[in-house]
Antibody
């Protein structure tokens, strides 16, 4: 059974940083890309970014709204992916989900999702 | 960016009747090299993450009931729920993964009439 479990969310002041973790199990983590998707209260999902598997160089891509502020990384030895959130803004308030991507270099569709972790940016 | 526009925003359907949700992309999400449409559909219930229903526009995810089907190509797509069940009350999203940034539709809320 595939599981993805996010952690690290919470209340943070604007301008501060936070690191989210996504712990995976039930599949060969190093073969897959990992995407982060967020959903603001009452809104639809928004793709944040993804990291490809080492097969494809572990390259990352980001949405314009978070580029240069957020960083995705992956520790295949621990089956954990991270989302580093810097210079947080109130509009970053959302539930953040990690999702399993594909074994290809594409963003792909998301067949498994974690339950999400809530990030609230407020003074 | 590819903009995904769903219609309607909400619909109410009687139990056992058909529900049809449309999704239009601002650019084609069909790759001619492999003739695949890079389009997925998800179902989201309150307090839960989205659940994948359909990928490659028409391939049903394992375990998804066959009353859910996807169709369309290029820029126009449809999710059809034949014989709506009470458990199908949810918000449905289309999602393109053809181009970065990957983008979602605004969602369609399905309720029981």
């Amino acid at each position: 059974e595939v599981y993805l479990v996010e952690s690290g969310g919470g209340l943070v002041q604007p301008g501060r940083s936070l690191r989210l973790s996504c712990t995976a199990s039930g599949f060969t983590f190093n073969n897959y890309a990992v995407n982060w998707v967020r959903q603001a209260p009452g809104k639809g999902p928004e793709w944040v970014g993804f990291i490809r598997s080492k097969t494809y160089g572990g390259a990352t891509e980001y949405a314009a709204s978070v580029k240069d502020r957020f960083t995705i990384s992956k520790d295949d030895s621990e089956s954990v992916a991270y989302l580093q959130l810097n210079s947080l803004k109130t509009e970053d308030t959302a539930v953040y989900y990690c999702t399993r991507g594909l074994t290809s270099p594409l963003v792909g569709y998301f067949d498994y999702w974690g339950q999400g972790t809530l990030v609230t940016v407020s003074s | 960016d590819i903009v995904m526009t769903q219609s309607p925003d909400s619909l109410a359907v009687s139990l056992g009747e058909r529900a049809t949700i449309n999704c239009k992309s601002s650019q084609s999400v069909l790759y001619s090299s492999n003739n695949k449409n890079y389009l997925a559909w998800y179902q989201q219930k309150p307090g839960q993450p989205p659940k994948l229903l359909i990928y490659w526009a028409a391939t049903r995810e394992s375990g998804v009931p066959d009353r859910f089907s996807g169709s369309g190509s290029g820029t126009d797509f449809t999710l059809t729920i034949t014989s709506l069940q009470a458990d199908d009350v949810a918000v449905y999203y289309c999602h393109q993964y053809h181009s970065s940034p990957s983008t979602f539709g605004q969602g369609t809320k399905v309720e029981i009439k």
